[in-house]
């Protein structure tokens, strides 16, 4: 599977922030294996050289707090906001950029 598009990231990550406390780090570490990504994937590098499934993650995370689906609880460190929990009850399947638009 290609590395999934940050899009594709934002309803596990949500769901993981609802669960634990998340930094961009421990998110990036939970979607290999959510996605089965290979050795090769995890290596694949956008053109400044960081690993595209970090930069992914971090734009899902981003889109999620512009949404106040997750908010800051400390330094680096997000967790799923109501508004998050209460979205993951009410919608099933994918988030769009545009569900972010609440």
């Known amino acids: 599977m290609p590395v999934p598009t940050f899009d594709q990231l934002l309803r596990p990550i949500l769901q993981l922030s609802a ?20 050795e090769a994937e995890q290596q694949e590098t956008i053109a400044s050289g960081s ?24 330094k680096y460190t997000y967790r799923a906001t109501d508004k998050g929990i209460d979205y993951l009850k009410k919608h099933k399947g994918p988030i769009t950029p545009n569900d972010l638009k609440l």
């Open 51 to 74: 690993p595209k499934i970090n930069n992914r993650t971090g734009w899902a995370m981003s889109h999620l707090k512009k949404g106040g689906l997750i908010s800051k609880v400390a």
């Open 19 to 38: 669960k634990v406390p998340i930094t961009r780090q421990s998110a990036t570490e939970a979607m290999i294996p959510e996605f089965k990504l290979t």
